[in-house]
């Protein structure tokens, strides 16, 4: 019946174009095809009742329904705070400390969104372009404190020192509290937020501006204050495994805050974070923040080389004993003091430092002072460690670095696979269809709902589709165990074949030692060295691929750094090279 009163509106629909028209129980006419309601209304006279009145009954839910389809207002820097806000739960359920969210996290963010202009300001950026308040969550101030008031530069890290003490005088919101408004009718139908369009063409001269990578970023500089148990190649490591959100975690945005159009480029990610490119972005937002120097990096803290040594010690397989001579090298250059390894953003003059490529690096010249690497001693001292186990069965087996290096071959030949299939088989396409404008969500609900029905299909013809087993996050990739045949345990194996005693120390039998750099690039040149595989031998290129995998970083960037850590063992040679080539150009 009312689809035969509906009849008279020839009208086609603004959302799916569709002419197909109804009545809701208010006398308004709504499409049957999306569901969407227009403002017209058709006028009902019962003269039976009351004659010459209009009646109108109960709405049934359908306005409702209207509300939920438009959404709230919502603007870019909100959806980050959903993203961060993810993000910090799942790191809590992974075992960090719940300060790195009510606290440190929140903070940052805080701290970010008042440099940045975008809220915790007397005049927010996009409040002087749309002349409209921007959404600051639950947050009040009271007594019309400005928001350079509330996070003012001397004050915002005695809070992140004190901790939840210092706040007992004024009650501190939740933090990332999602707001809720009706949604505006001036919001643009190219853009599911209020500001998609102006954040994606937003460019202004010192401001870094937030992406999804910039996420990361936040998360690992609050992990680095909070000096906990998780690397950076770690946390790339749960994002990749899914125990973080990354590339789908709009997915998980409130069903109200409707994403489409411009958002669509700012929030799916269609490619896996990179290790460079996340620790650039986290030296970025540092000093744009103006963060003052973190908390020193003490000897039993986790991110020391001495202790992140122990744990790529155990995961590559390589002897106990090493871990002795990795702490006398971390020594010897340095490296373990709490200057060389604190991360001072204001002070540009220092150097930033990668905890666990620089602990990798440690492991590599110390395989290079044993076994000099250069495909040949390394297969010498393999035949006598062989000979020895052959005759001393009973007694401590000598590490044999040939034996080591099959195992280890054949490991990463199957890891490498598995990751490369894994990464084959994601799914990038998200459950949650994106479109490019509001009038596209028809079209856009029917293509996922034929794909999602061809994928059952198929899936029918071929069996049922295995299911992909979620890994539980775990700090090691390889694990080893006594007594395994097939994938032998190298950590109680003795150096003695390799080291030999001088009155009460132990000196390496290999008294050589080649330089990975002859030659650093000058200082205002953007990579340290450069790194070709044709130059360098087997056993050294295979070294870089197992650790660099394990980081999942390019070898380049792990041969730089054992570059840089050569250049402080070995300072004298260096400067004798940089002399004798002055002398030849005074000749010349």
């Not at 390889?478 to 194996?493: K, Q």
Request: net charge positive.
């Amino acid at each position: 019946m009312e689809l035969e009163e509906a009849k008279e509106l020839k009208e086609r629909c603004s959302q799916c174009a569709a002419i197909s028209w109804g009545l809701t129980d208010e006398g308004k006419y709504y499409c049957t095809s999306c569901h969407n309601v227009t403002e017209r209304s058709k006028e009902v006279i019962n003269t039976d009742v009351i004659p010459n009145t209009k009646i109108k009954s109960i709405s049934r839910g359908l306005k409702r329904k209207s509300k939920l389809e438009k959404g709230w207002d919502w603007y870019v820097c909100e959806g980050f705070q959903h993203i961060l806000y993810q993000q910090a739960e799942a790191l809590k359920t992974l075992g960090v400390a719940p300060e790195l969210k009510d606290e440190v996290l929140h903070y940052f963010w805080k701290r970010y969104l008042q440099k940045s202009k975008q809220a915790y300001c007397a005049n927010p950026v996009y409040a002087r372009r749309r002349k409209a308040e921007v959404w600051e969550g639950n947050v009040r101030h009271s007594d019309g404190a400005s928001g350079s008031e509330l996070l003012s530069d001397t004050d915002w890290a005695s809070c992140l020192e004190s901790g939840a003490e210092s706040q007992s005088d004024a009650p501190v919101p939740k933090p990332f509290a999602a707001p809720r408004a009706p949604h505006s009718e001036a919001a643009s139908v190219c853009s599911g937020s209020l500001d998609g369009i102006e954040y994606s063409e937003w460019k202004e001269k010192g401001v870094v501006k937030m992406t999804v990578p910039g996420t990361l970023a936040l998360c690992y500089l609050s992990l680095l204050w909070q000096r906990e148990a998780v690397t950076l190649s770690d946390l790339l490591r749960f994002v990749e495994e899914d125990h973080i959100p990354y590339t789908k975690a709009f997915q998980n945005f409130p069903e109200e805050m409707k994403l489409y159009g411009r958002d669509k480029g700012i929030f799916a990610i269609e490619s896996w974070p990179e290790y460079e490119e996340i620790y650039k972005h986290m030296i970025e937002i540092a000093t744009f923040l103006d963060l003052p120097r973190f908390p020193d990096i003490t000897k039993d803290c986790f991110l020391h080389p001495n202790i992140l040594c122990v744990k790529y010690l155990m995961e590559a397989n390589l002897p106990d004993e090493m871990h002795g001579l990795t702490q006398q090298l971390t020594g010897m250059t340095g490296m373990g003091e709490a200057d060389a390894l604190a991360f001072d953003p204001i002070a540009k003059a220092t150097r930033t430092v990668k905890y666990d490529v620089q602990a990798v690096a440690l492991i590599v010249v110390v395989l290079k002072l044993l076994f000099l690497l250069d495909d040949n001693l390394e297969w010498s001292l393999s035949d006598l460690a062989e000979v020895n186990n052959e005759k001393n069965k009973t007694e401590k087996p000598w590490f044999s670095f040939r034996q080591w290096y099959r195992v280890m071959k054949k490991t990463l030949e199957e890891k490498k696979q598995k990751w490369e299939e894994a990464r084959a088989k994601y799914v990038w396409k998200s459950e949650k269809p994106l479109y490019h404008s509001h009038i596209d969500k028809p079209v856009a609900y029917k293509r996922r709902e034929v794909v999602v029905n061809l994928q059952k299909q198929f899936s029918a013809l071929f069996d049922a589709a295995p299911t992909v087993v979620k890994k539980s996050p775990s700090s090691f990739q390889l694990s080893w165990a006594e007594g395994n045949a097939n994938r032998p345990c190298f950590h109680g194996h003795s150096l003695q074949g390799i080291l030999l005693k001088k009155g009460q120390a132990l000196v390496t039998k290999n008294s050589l030692y080649w330089l990975s750099t002859q030659k650093f690039c000058r200082s205002y040149c953007k990579h340290v060295t450069t790194y070709e595989e044709s130059n360098f031998s087997l056993s050294y290129q295979f070294l870089l691929k197992l650790f660099s995998f394990l980081l999942r970083i390019k070898a380049a960037l792990l041969h730089d750094e054992v570059s840089l850590i050569e250049k402080k063992l070995f300072k004298k040679k260096y400067s004798e090279a940089k002399k004798n080539s002055r002398c030849r150009k005074g000749r010349r």
